[in-house]
């Protein structure tokens, strides 16, 4: 089974700055997706970015970029310029390419909390 | 566009009480569905998934059902709640080519 980790419970930045979130997954597929979300106070669930595993490029949303280091299954989250609004949970997650067998939902971590000082 | 609708948004109920959340997604067809619980301070974990009318798996054991009437709606039920079933219940879809889209959650307190 995929198991995603996410080491910081919190993370703080001064707006304008930028911050990394870090996430690492444990794997024996060779082709995934990988996707961080963030959750505002509102509790609903949003994509920022999504990653393919078989592309080597990074992918890039705006002020959202991703780290993507496959050897070492690791994929970090930058966001560039802080804003007020970027305060939310965010949540790593993987999921298979298969369907059906247990495989076909998302595995996510256990999110990282983070505060926009102004 | 594609939407989707979770209701209700908030609910209290008593511990051995029936349940029934009820998720339905507009403007795709035959998505797989899902039901994710989050409890407090945790990521999400997945209950139930459907790939299609009838189809459900569990990850789970627990004291909770889902199923799936129709193409676009997705139900959790419990006959008896019980207080470990409080939490944040989330809805969500995708088809083949797309991300998972969620709805704005459920914030169910068994007392």
């Known amino acids: 089974a995929q198991t995603v980790t996410q080491s910081q419970p919190e993370m703080s930045v001064q707006e304008a700055e930028t911050v990394t979130l870090s996430c690492t997954y444990d794997?024996?597929?060779?082709?995934?997706?990988l996707f961080w979300y963030k959750q505002p106070p509102s509790r609903q669930m949003i994509l920022v970015i999504r990653?393919?595993?078989?592309?080597?490029q990074n992918a890039t949303e705006n002020r959202f970029s991703v780290n993507f280091q496959k050897a070492a299954k690791s994929f970090s989250l930058k966001i560039s310029d802080s804003q007020l609004g970027d305060a939310a949970m965010y949540f790593c997650?993987?999921?298979?390419?298969?369907?059906?067998?247990?495989?076909?939902?998302?595995?996510f971590g256990k999110g990282t909390h983070l505060i926009i000082q102004p | 566009s594609q939407t989707i609708h979770q209701w209700p948004a908030t609910l209290v109920q008593p511990v051995g009480s029936p349940l029934s959340l009820e998720c339905t997604v507009e403007?795709?067809?035959?998505?797989?569905l899902y039901w994710y619980r989050q409890a407090a301070g945790r990521g999400l974990q997945l209950l139930f998934y459907?790939?299609?009318?009838?189809?459900i798996s569990s990850e789970v054991p627990q004291n909770l059902s889902a199923s799936r009437p129709q193409d676009r709606q997705f139900i959790l039920s419990s006959k008896k709640l019980l207080l470990s079933d409080s939490g944040f219940y989330l809805c969500?879809?995708?088809?083949?080519?797309?991300?998972?889209?969620f709805g704005q959650g459920t914030r169910l307190t068994v007392v």
């Open positions: 969500a879809w995708r088809t083949e080519n797309t991300e998972a889209f």
């Open positions: 794997t024996s597929e060779s082709d995934y997706y």
């Open positions: 990653q393919e595993a078989y592309k080597q």
């Open positions: 997650a993987y999921r298979s390419p298969y369907s059906g067998g247990g495989a076909d939902g998302l595995t």
């Open positions: 403007g795709t067809s035959n998505p797989n």
């Open positions: 459907s790939v299609g009318i009838g189809q």
